[in-house]
């Protein structure tokens, strides 16, 4: 039988998307099927991530990015 290890989170906060605020986290549930645009900073432009469906984490280590207006997808809870 596999062993399925699972990454352990002490955090938990609802995020919206915003082209202007800041997030700091090691993973995103998407709740919602959507886009999703992240940045890893303030500065650069965001890569798409298109079609994350319902109930996806996606195990994303974020240090002061945002995920992007442009993001489509619902739900967002980030996860540190």
Do not use: W
Not at 51 to 62: Q, R
Request: aromatic share 6%; with cysteine.
């Amino acid at each position: 039988m596999g062993h399925n290890e699972f990454a352990q989170f002490c955090s938990f906060a609802a995020a919206t998307a915003s082209d202007s605020t800041s997030v700091t986290c090691r993973a995103i549930y998407v709740g919602g099927t959507g886009t999703l645009v992240i940045s890893k900073d303030l500065t650069t432009a965001g890569v798409t991530f298109t079609g994350v469906p319902t109930g996806t984490i996606l195990p994303i280590d974020i240090e002061q990015g945002r995920i992007m207006a442009a993001s489509s997808a619902t739900g967002l809870i980030i996860m540190s």
